[in-house]
Nanobody
Framework: QVQLVESGGGLVQAGGSLRLSCTGS????????LAWYRQAPGKQRELVAN???????DYADSVKGRFTISRDNAKNTVYLQMNTLKPEDTANYYC????????RGQGTQVTISS
């Protein structure tokens, strides 16, 4: 059974940092392109960052220079380091197979207070 489980969300003040983790199981992790998405109430889903199997990364303009995506294939985990957080970063963050929107985790809530 393919599964993605996120953790690391929480409530922090603007300017703070969080590191999200997403651990996968039931598939060969190192062979899968992965991404972090976020969705806030009333807003469209947004692709935050993408990390394919070759390790090349790309980011939404809104998070460039503040967020870093990485993966540890030995631990079956993809990370999202988020620095200099802003209230507009408040959302539910989830990881997903880049090529299959059906395979995603439940997400972890990130709330940034001003």
């Amino acid at each position: 059974q393919v599964q993605l489980v996120e953790s690391g969300g929480g409530l922090v003040q603007a300017g703070g940092s969080l590191r999200l983790s997403c651990t996968g199981s039931g598939f060969i992790f190192r062979l899968v392109d992965l991404a972090w998405y976020r969705q806030a109430p009333g807003k469209q889903r947004e692709l935050v960052a993408n990390i394919p199997v070759d390790g090349y990364t790309d980011y939404a303009d809104s998070v460039k220079g503040r967020f870093t995506i990485s993966r540890d294939n030995a631990k079956n985990t993809v990370y999202l380091q988020m620095n200099t957080l802003k209230p507009e970063d408040t959302a539910n963050y989830y990881c997903r197979f880049s090529g299959n929107p059906q395979i995603r985790g439940q997400g972890t809530q990130v709330t940034i207070s001003s």
